[in-house]
């Protein structure tokens, strides 16, 4: 059975650093490319990340270009999200998500393109 389980999501300070790990398991991982969205309460979920299976492709939202890196090691089937210089509006529950393509969306990182979800974790950016 595919699973997906999130962690590494906390309290931090504005300008402050976290890393997300995805965990993957029921699945060869390397099949698949990966993203992570993100959502706050009564807003629609927003991508955030994605990375092609060999890692040789990413792509970023415009909010977190610049402060967000995606990575993978197919070999422990996990994926990370290491974020830094974050902001109060990086506030909310982050996802893993599997996608049934080796590649990245052509066009932009959003739900219908993924098909696995992870529970999500939650990420709180406050003073």
């Known amino acids: 059975q595919l699973q997906l389980v999130e962690s590494g999501g906390g309290l931090v300070q504005p300008g402050g650093s976290l890393r997300l790990s995805c965990a993957a398991s029921g699945f060869t991982l390397d099949y698949f490319a990966m993203g992570w969205f993100r959502q706050v309460l009564g807003k629609e979920r927003e991508g955030v990340s994605c990375?092609?299976?060999?890692?040789?492709?990413?792509m970023y939202g415009d909010s977190v270009k610049g402060r967000f890196t995606i990575s993978r090691d197919n070999a422990k089937k996990m994926v990370y999200l290491q974020m830094d210089s974050l902001k109060p509006e990086d506030t909310g529950v982050y996802y893993c998500a599997a996608r049934g393509f080796d590649t990245c969306p052509r066009d932009a990182i959003k739900e219908p393109y993924f098909g696995a979800w992870g529970q999500g974790t939650q990420v709180t950016v406050s003073s």
């Open positions: 990375i092609s299976t060999d890692s040789g492709s990413t």
